[in-house]
């Protein structure tokens, strides 16, 4: 994908001069398009969206679970009380038209739905629904991620809707983030209400211990699409996953860990708050399930391989 400099000599990945987006029904190049200042998404962060890949397959370019994506995106636009005027099979349509209208084959697409004018606390009924998308390699990147524990929790689910993706529930990964990399860390990992381990900033934490793989239960965290791949595969190759509450100390001495996530895809760790855990990635279930996932959403057939 090509890039353009902006006046400060930024780098912007996101478009260029062609870029085409879908917004409200019609296609647009995206540097021609724009959304009012007074909107509701803009002032109060009251907005609902998804993150899906696609990627270059023998049959093509294919989105990996689009239809579990926009399901998603309904079921949080329906928890927020905002209308989506689009089904799931016209969105999906509208994505793949995207793609290649952009001439995208592995790519990062971003649906937002947002709200018109209302600085009022009440939701506002009018609803503008835009997709883009871009060429994004892997969120976190492809070494071993050093965490840090936040000191900042996710939010009590007594106070929002945690397992809706909501564009204002950010601003607390936005926090943890910035937290740990001002400290030297690469990534966040954030707690819950009870001290116990959620999840990432933009994506959900596996640890390995004896060869059972544990994860925080649904309840606190955004139940990821990648994650639940992770339960499919894991069970495909015979890896016993629990989910159950455990604090950051119960992960110091684990095997490894990492996270998943749509943008992240499976990302290996290598550390919490500088306890290193005990096998290198390449020996750890993690690598393995990485492995399948990779082939599972280019659609090759997967082979079972023995760890050493």
Known sequence: MAFFMDKKQKIVMYYNDNTIVFLDGKWARALGSSASIYGQTLHYGLGVFEGMRSYKTEDGTKIFKAKEHYERLHYSARKM????????????????????????????????????????????????????????????????????????????????????????????????????????????????????????????????????????????????????????????LGFRVVEKYFTPQEVYDADGAFFTGTAAEVAGIKSLDGHVFKFPWEHTMGVELASAYKNRVQKKEYKHFELV
């Open 81 to 236: 009380q905002i209308e989506l005027p689009y089904s799931v099979d016209q969105l999906t349509e509208f994505s793949y038209e995207l793609l290649e209208k952009n001439n995208l084959g592995d790519a990062y697409i971003r649906p937002l739905v947002f709200l018109g004018e209302n600085m009022s606390l009440q939701t506002e009924s009018k609803t503008h629904v835009l997709l883009c998308a871009w060429e994004w390699g892997r969120y976190l990147g492809e070494g071993q991620l050093e965490l840090m524990t936040s000191s900042f929790q996710r939010p009590n689910p007594k106070s929002c809707f945690v397992e809706a993706k909501v564009t204002g529930h950010y601003t607390n990964s936005i926090l943890a983030t910035n937290e740990a990399k001002r400290a030297g860390y690469d990534e966040a990992l954030l707690l819950d209400m009870n001290g116990y381990v959620a999840e990432g900033p933009g994506a959900n934490f596996f640890y390995e211990k004896e060869n059972t793989l544990y994860t925080a239960p649904k309840g606190n965290i955004l139940q990821g699409i990648t994650r639940q791949t992770i339960f499919e595969l894991a069970e495909e």
